[in-house]
């Protein structure tokens, strides 16, 4: 058991450098091409009715283009919302350009292949839930014990 343990962890730890790797690649890569990147990314949002730094209510304004489309790219729908917490970017009205991307796909539209299936690799080497785990940890995070005994 404490073997499987440790090969578990150990495929765990190479699933998510390989991933972290390939983030860094891909990071240096937005930088690179950066030109390409913003307008790749400016017709996705074109195709939801949306221009980046435009004159609608919905339209995003971008306060630092890097960053804003380094994370993009790298996290998508989750690089968005993260850089409008941090005011990367703002605009009048965002429950319209949340309407406007959800109902044109946006998110979709964007996720390519390769992003797919990264995302999906971080996701099993992250979460390691199981349904045997799942009660265990259960039981020990929320056993009152003596409270009600």
């Known amino acids: 058991?404490?073997?499987?343990?440790?090969?578990?962890?150990?495929?765990?730890?190479?699933?998510?450098?390989?991933?972290?790797?390939?983030?860094?690649?891909?990071?240096?890569?937005?930088?690179?091409?950066?030109?390409?990147?913003?307008?790749?990314?400016?017709g996705i949002f074109k195709k939801a009715g949306i221009t980046l730094n435009g004159p609608n209510k919905q339209d995003p304004q971008i306060k630092d283009k890097r960053e804003f489309y380094t994370r993009v790219v790298s996290n998508a729908t989750l690089g968005l919302g993260e850089c409008y917490m941090e005011e990367i970017w703002d605009c009048e009205d965002v429950e319209e350009f949340i309407y406007q991307g959800c109902i044109n796909n946006l998110a979709k539209e964007y996720l390519g292949p390769v992003?797919?299936?990264?995302?999906?690799?971080?996701?099993?080497?992250?979460?390691?839930?199981?349904k045997k785990r799942a009660w265990e940890v259960g039981e020990k995070h929320y056993d009152l014990g003596e409270l009600y005994g």
């Open 115 to 130: 992003n797919r299936i990264t995302n999906y690799l971080l996701f099993k080497a992250v979460n390691l839930q199981t």
């Open 1 to 42: 058991m404490i073997i499987f343990k440790m090969l578990t962890d150990l495929v765990h730890f190479f699933i998510v450098w390989i991933v972290d790797a390939y983030k860094y690649v891909e990071k240096q890569g937005i930088i690179i091409a950066e030109k390409f990147v913003e307008r790749h990314l400016d």
